[in-house]
């Protein structure tokens, strides 16, 4: 029996591209083959329990505007009817895998006991239903940024008592991820910065992160936990300044604590434009690392300069996004994990199918797109001729060699470099034939 919540809403099917069924797949086809995988296999698509189904509609004007069953969220029975209605949309959309916070699964914060308890009955719950339709858990995580007891930050505290209970909490997440077969564990600091330096011991506070993410890495290997572990950088919001701004400020960080090897990235589309990056941008940063983890897909606002989650839209820059993951080849333990909310007067259950669906497909496009530009090979050849300088034994043997014994030679040979074309719109232009 359902909740009767997604009453009239059938099974999304693939249909094509001539499909005019609003509720219809038109490019997401699970079974296609992409470069000889799946194209589900590439995908790996996650449902995010918090926007979809934790989050109530609220913006900082006004209160709710999503009416659910479940609201509110502070009692077991709602957040198992919240469960029920999470994997009928998954059964709805042939989503393979999902994502949460411990505060979305569970009943509101309450002391450490209580959380652990209740934390432990819904993932039974969950564990029980992941088991009869064969959805799979992509990552956990833990919300340690929305109570006022984080305000502060969690391993960034000044109050060892906070650090404390963020340990507990992460243990507790940990536990239940492993529980769950998930494939992740990811660790976004969504209050591990600062608003003012007057009041913020900045080194002490990455010292403490650094240990924290040391004792993640620890546990890992104690409980024998398979998945990886990842970090997701943003620049800012809600924390002014946030430790993680970037992937290059991540693998800065994770070098200077000894994690090089242990954690990878967790990317998104909207930290990247925060940031001032372009999502491919950071893909790209840490691919050239191995850093590259798994991905959260959205689409930020170009102008309103705070954290929009939208659900992704945009073809061209999805498959320069897909186009470089596969260059990196492909996701392993990672995936797509629609890190996205519907508008907050897209009040209808629908909206929440929509959404995902228009974003399933856009994925499925672009990563079609990047394929094809892969198979053709029109970047790489314009890459290798670029860089087909460094081929001969003297470019390669000069790297090998020192400024002096350079500049000897530039004199002696009287070496005099002729610019050439970078071609950008050339390429911008091949990229389109794609897209
Ligand atoms: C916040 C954000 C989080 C993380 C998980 O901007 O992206 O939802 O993905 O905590
Ligand atoms: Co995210």
Redo the contacts with the bound molecule.
């Keep these: 029996m359902t909740s009767g919540f997604f009453e009239g809403i059938e099974k999304v099917r693939y249909e094509g591209v001539d499909s005019r069924n609003p509720l219809a797949f038109r490019h997401y086809d699970p079974d296609e083959m992409v470069l000889g995988k799946r194209m589900e296999d590439h995908l790996r698509f996650a449902v995010?329990w918090?926007h979809s189904f934790a989050w109530e509609g609220g913006d900082p004007f006004g209160g709710p505007t999503l009416v659910r069953p479940w609201h509110p969220q502070d009692d077991m029975g709602r957040a198992r009817m919240k469960a029920d209605v999470a994997f009928e949309m998954f059964e709805i959309l042939g989503q393979p895998y999902f994502c949460w916070?411990d505060a979305d699964i569970r009943p509101e914060q309450g002391s450490f006991a209580e959380n652990l308890r209740t934390l432990e009955e819904i993932t039974d719950y969950i564990g029980e239903k992941m088991q009869a339709s064969g959805t799979k858990l992509l990552w956990g995580?833990a919300?340690m940024?929305s109570h006022r007891c984080w305000m502060g930050g969690a391993s960034t505290n000044p109050d060892p008592d906070v650090f404390a209970f963020a340990a507990a909490t992460v243990k507790s997440c940990m536990d239940a991820t492993h529980k769950l077969g998930g494939e992740n564990y990811?660790l976004?600091g969504?209050r591990e910065g600062y608003e003012t330096l007057l009041n913020t011991d900045l080194g002490l506070e990455l010292d403490h992160m650094g240990r924290f993410l040391n004792m993640v890495v620890d546990y890992k290997h104690k409980i024998g936990f398979k998945g990886t572990i990842l970090v997701?950088p943003?620049p800012q919001?809600p924390s002014k300044h946030q430790y993680d701004y970037d992937a290059a400020t991540c693998i800065g960080f994770l070098r200077k604590y000894g994690l090089e090897d242990e954690v990878k990235l967790?990317l998104?589309q909207?930290?990247a434009i925060l940031a001032g990056h372009s999502f491919e941008h950071e893909i790209a940063v840490a691919a050239a690392e191995g850093m590259l983890g798994s991905i959260?897909m959205n689409r930020n606002d170009y102008q309103s300069g705070w954290?929009t989650?939208q659900f992704p839209n945009n073809v061209p820059e999805v498959a320069l996004a897909y186009y470089y993951i596969l260059k990196a080849g492909g996701f392993s333990t990672g995936g797509t994990?629609f890190?996205a909310k519907i508008r907050r007067q897209s009040i209808d259950p629908e909206d929440l199918v929509a959404a995902h669906v228009g974003g399933m497909d856009v994925c499925a496009r672009g990563l079609k797109a990047a394929a094809a530009m892969i198979e053709d090979g029109g970047l790489d050849a314009a890459l290798t001729d670029r860089y087909s300088g460094w081929d001969s034994p003297e470019a390669q043997s000069m790297l090998a060699s020192s400024l002096d014994e350079i500049a000897a030679r530039v004199l002696a040979e009287g070496i005099n470099p002729e610019p050439r074309s970078g071609r950008q719109e050339r390429l911008e232009n091949y990229v389109n034939r794609f897209v």
């Design positions: 995010a918090w916070h995580t919300n940024f990811v976004w969504g997701e943003k919001e967790n998104e909207g930290h959260d954290d989650d994990n890190d």
